[in-house]
């Protein structure tokens, strides 16, 4: 019914940006809150940040003044600009969507495939 497609990650020398998008597609009706998650090798995954369908945004704090999330309702696509990236940064990161479907009117919770992100010299 819904895909979540990430792109833009990397592996990037610490003090490096990456940017990620996440599309979504399908049978959707609206968008409400977007985010970002992360989970590093041998933790839970865990908040980066979270943007409402009027834009009101939320971060973790140890993404604060670093990270910026943000989307573009018309092409139901949230980012992720990753500015002064850390090595505890290194994680894969999902996006997540909170979608009233169309046709059914229902609201479901999908998540991305997961994106590498890697900040290492």
């Known amino acids: 019914q819904v895909q979540l497609v990430e792109s833009g990650g990397g592996s990037v020398q610490p003090g490096g940006s990456l940017r990620l998008s996440c599309a979504a597609s399908g049978s959707i009706f609206r968008i409400n809150a977007m985010g970002w998650y992360r989970q590093a090798p041998g933790k839970e995954r865990e908040l980066v940040a979270t943007?409402?369908?009027?834009?009101?945004?939320d971060y973790a704090d140890s993404v604060k003044g670093r990270f910026t999330i943000s989307r573009d309702n018309a092409k139901n696509t949230v980012y992720l600009q990753m500015n002064s990236l850390k090595p505890e940064d290194t994680a894969v990161y999902y996006c997540?969507?909170?979608?009233?479907?169309?046709?059914?009117?229902?609201?479901?919770?999908?998540w991305g495939q997961g994106t590498q992100v890697t900040a290492s010299s």
């Open positions: 997540n969507a909170n979608i009233l479907l169309s046709q059914i009117y229902m609201v479901r919770n999908y």
């Open positions: 943007i409402t369908s009027s834009g009101s945004t």
